[in-house]
């Protein structure tokens, strides 16, 4: 059996390292968290500050070391072998001391066997061999006999009648007191079927086989009962058993010892792209402020969650620095639109100042025009701010604060956008036309805002004489194959390039050419018009070709299809702002 006292032993050692693991590895507070140091001191003149100074910082490396993933991986491989080696080394134990206790098992069995087989014991006598003249005087065993006492075997014979040892041979010469006290501790006298048991011999212990036998007189008219106890010491067993635990402790502690090495170099060689991401991460912010998005991590041609983690982190920085750039141009474009009318209106202040300072008289033709150009400048400048607030508001609250959807009739608010819209017109044609009765979910003052936005764009690309026409109506979007309200304005005008397309609901994108005309816009209409779009679960496709004109069409879902669906969320927004269409794509 395995020794009770060793295996708690063993249990004892590998519950502390465990424990120790656990404190340095679970995050709170223990009584290795270094957030249980002693509060920090005020400020002093003193020398030995900086030692106190080290004494924290040393502190912060302990713990970030602790609570690193390389330390935990690694402690937790190192954790496992040991509870392992632990469990397999109480298996090989327990199972050697078992096999070698059935090992002594077997001899002192075939040793009773071979007695019983070869001898027959008589009163007083052991060692007769079948025929022969029993004696009066103890002979010794026979030389088949004494080649079993040579591998380390003991016989004695007890009389339960006296209460005597009668028989004592081999490595045993006579049964002590304690031996005898022993036998009886293990019920080994007074028995009636045979029995193992383990008793003290010397230094070391032994292992014992009380068999009950029945012996008789040479005559064989008297017959009484007798026990033949057969024992082996279990010293080389026991010698066998420390050497092999101690060979297990070597060859465990080395092996944990390289296990955790190769555990550590595995790790950190696992972990490099994470520290690498992390110097990446680092590096974008420096240390004078500015900002670097232009670095990438290097992806691991490896397949694994670092390998995506990496390319993940590059398309996020990707978005960043597109969404910085998008940023900065709009604080640019936005300080450069302020600034415009601010200029103007501050240069005809300052010419009326001068004339008046100098004492001459103003034409009231010249205040006019002044007073005119101010009016103008911080209309537009009004107009700018009103446009920057509503995106503002998008962008903080979200697409639902902006609008309030309702039941609300296209055809209804087409023809009071196509009323405000004629005063647009610089010599161009505007025409409306509804083909239905449409009603959608949606704020009607918004979406007149969209067409309004969408006819002034066309009317600003359009020139005198050119035709911009407004249509309202339903339509089967063969992409999504669903029934949707259909607004679109379509103009005759110089169109637009392919590739300024995507670029056109950005906000301040304006193309080029337009730019250096007067007639140019802020660059926020469409911006606007596709966030209240949004806002209406929509979309916008943009068909357009140069010199053959463009035309912005808005899907909305319809009432009734969103009725049939009450459950589910009518949002029927592409992933992406817009779609570019060839010539002819819609009717």
């Known amino acids: 059996a395995v020794d009770p006292d060793r295996a708690r032993g063993w249990l004892r050692d590998a519950a502390r390292l465990m424990i120790g693991l656990w404190e340095r590895i679970l995050p709170g507070r223990g009584r290795n968290d270094p957030d249980e140091a002693a509060p920090r001191q005020p400020m002093r003149l003193d020398p030995r500050a900086d030692e106190g100074r080290f004494r924290t910082q040393s502190n912060g490396l302990d713990a970030r070391f602790y609570r690193s993933i390389r330390f935990k991986l690694t402690a937790w491989y190192a954790s496992v072998l040991i509870l392992v080696l632990v469990a397999s080394g109480l298996a090989l134990h327990t199972l050697l001391t078992r096999t070698l206790a059935e090992d002594v098992e077997l001899r002192l069995q075939a040793a009773r066997q071979e007695i019983v087989g070869q001898t027959r014991i008589f009163e007083g006598q052991v060692g007769v061999a079948p025929g022969e003249q029993a004696r009066e ?5 026979t030389p088949d006999l004494d080649n079993l006492l040579l591998s380390g075997l003991w016989v004695s014979v007890y009389n339960p009648a006296t209460n005597k040892f009668v028989v004592t041979a081999g490595t045993l010469t006579a049964v002590p007191p304690d031996l005898e006290a022993a036998f009886r501790t293990e ?3 007074g028995i009636t079927s045979a029995r193992y048991g383990t008793v003290e011999v010397g230094p070391s212990k032994t292992r014992v086989l009380a068999d009950p036998f029945v012996v008789s007189t040479p005559e064989g008219d008297v017959s009484t009962l007798r026990v033949i106890l057969i024992g082996e010491s279990l010293g080389s067993q026991d ?6 635990n101690q060979v297990l402790q070597i060859v465990s502690a080395i092996g944990i010892v390289l296990a955790a090495w190769g555990g550590w170099l595995l790790a950190g060689r696992a972990l490099s792209p994470v520290e690498r991401l992390t110097r990446t991460a680092d590096a974008i912010g420096s240390s004078d402020g500015r900002v670097s998005l232009s670095r990438r991590l290097e992806v ?3 397949g694994d969650e670092l390998s995506r983690l990496a390319t993940t982190f590059n398309t996020m920085l990707d978005r960043i620095e597109a969404a910085f750039m998008v940023q900065r141009r709009f604080v640019s474009d936005a300080s ?6 601010l200029t103007s209106i501050r240069g005809n202040v300052d010419v009326l100042q001068r004339q008046l300072r100098s004492g001459r008289r103003v034409a009231p033709q010249d205040i006019a025009e002044a007073l005119g150009d101010v009016q103008r400048e911080s209309a537009r400048m009004g107009r700018l701010i009103d446009d920057l607030l509503v ?3 998008s962008d903080a609250a979200g697409l639902g604060e902006l609008v309030k959807l309702e039941p609300v009739s296209l055809d209804v608010i087409a023809n009071e956008a196509y009323r405000t819209a004629s005063a647009l017109l610089e010599g161009q044609r505007l025409s409306l036309q509804t083909r239905d009765e449409v009603m959608v979910h949606g704020d009607g003052d918004r979406l007149v805002q969209v067409m309004l936005i969408l006819i002034d764009n066309a009317v600003r690309h359009t020139p005198a004489g050119g035709s911009v026409e407004l249509r309202v109506g339903r339509a089967m979007d063969e992409r999504e194959d669903v029934p949707c309200a259909l607004i679109e304005v379509e103009d005759s005008g110089q169109g637009i390039s392919i590739d300024h397309v ?10 080029e050419s337009a730019r250096s005309r007067p007639s140019g816009g802020t660059g926020l209409g469409l911006a606007i018009a596709i966030t209240i779009v949004r806002g209406h679960h929509g979309w916008i496709d943009v068909e357009t070709a140069p010199g053959q004109g463009t035309t912005f069409s808005v899907w909305l879902p319809l009432i009734e299809y969103t009725s049939e669906n009450p459950g589910a969320e009518p949002v029927l927004a592409r992933t992406a702002a817009t779609r570019a269409l060839p010539q002819g794509g819609l009717s």
Request: hydrophobic fraction near 45%.
């Open 137 to 141: 005087t103890l002979q010794p065993f």
């Open 300 to 302: 691991p041609q490896t």
């Open 391 to 393: 995106l503002a508001r």
């Open 239 to 244: 010698r066998i058993m420390a050497l092999i």
């Open 187 to 189: 019920g080994l006298l």
């Open 336 to 341: 450069h639109e302020l600034r415009t009318p």
């Open 502 to 511: 995507p670029h056109l609901f950005q906000r301040f994108y304006r193309i």
